[in-house]
């Protein structure tokens, strides 16, 4: 039981350029999420899930997009990365009706 | 909408001496509370949660928060702190739609002296 995973670790972007994160959860969780963590402000939630085959947005979603590929992955791409979407990148999934949350170890995008 | 507050962005604590890290909180329903904890390069972990059955909530590593709806505040407390317990402290509530999205608060960097 791996709980959330998270590829890649790090990743270095030049302005413009695309990529996917990708997420995946072993424990059977319809909800999953994407947030991203910037110094000073916490976590801000971009793209939600919360069966498969939908998604939703977050608080802030412009220059993202997802998709629920099945039940266990979830990936967020960046069409035309920027220097704004530099951060450190969190997937979590959910259980219910218990509510917990599990947070993947995160990815690491610097766009220069 | 619902929103937290965390009263302190940095917290400074001697080794063995108590630890308070305070957090306010908004919410137009009886609110699901949460503390993480995340220490450096590491991803979240959650310490304790608060979902009504109990004022006073105890976690993991000996901490313990209290819920009071008065005050609408939700403060982190631990007796004695550890050099351990140096990290990042989020207060986090849960959008009551019922969808599982959290609301963080902006975190509290605990510094734990020897």
């Known amino acids: 039981n791996a709980g959330v995973t998270q590829t890649p670790k790090f990743q270095v972007l030049k302005t413009g350029q695309s990529m996917t994160l990708q997420c995946a959860q072993d424990m059977n969780h319809n909800s999953m999420y994407w947030y991203r963590q910037d110094p000073g402000m916490g976590l801000r939630l971009i793209y939600y899930?919360?069966?498969?085959?939908?998604?939703d947005k977050g608080e802030v979603p412009n220059g993202y997009n997802v998709s629920r590929l099945n039940k266990r992955e979830f990936s967020l791409r960046l069409e035309s990365a920027a220097p704004s979407q530099t951060s450190v990148y969190f997937c979590?999934?959910?259980?219910?009706?218990?509510?917990?949350?599990?947070f993947g170890p995160g990815t690491r995008l610097l766009v220069l | 909408a619902q929103s937290v507050t965390q009263l302190d962005s940095h917290v400074s604590v001697s080794e063995g001496t108590p630890v308070l890290l305070r957090c306010n909180y908004s919410?137009?329903?009886?609110?699901?509370l949460f503390w993480y904890v995340q220490h450096p390069n590491k991803g979240l972990q959650l310490l304790l949660k608060?979902?009504?059955?109990?004022?006073l909530v105890k976690g993991i590593n000996g901490f313990e928060a209290e819920f009071k709806k008065s005050e609408t505040s939700f403060h982190l407390t631990k007796p004695s702190a550890h050099m351990s317990d140096a990290a990042e402290y989020f207060c986090?509530?849960?959008?009551?739609?019922?969808?599982?999205?959290?609301?963080f608060g902006q975190g509290t960097t605990l510094q734990v002296k020897p």
């Open positions: 899930s919360a069966s498969e085959g939908t998604t």
């Open positions: 608060y979902t009504s059955a109990a004022t």
């Open positions: 986090v509530v849960s959008d009551p739609d019922n969808t599982g999205k959290l609301i």
């Open positions: 979590a999934s959910r259980t219910y009706p218990r509510d917990r949350h599990y």
């Open positions: 919410s137009s329903y009886s609110p699901s």
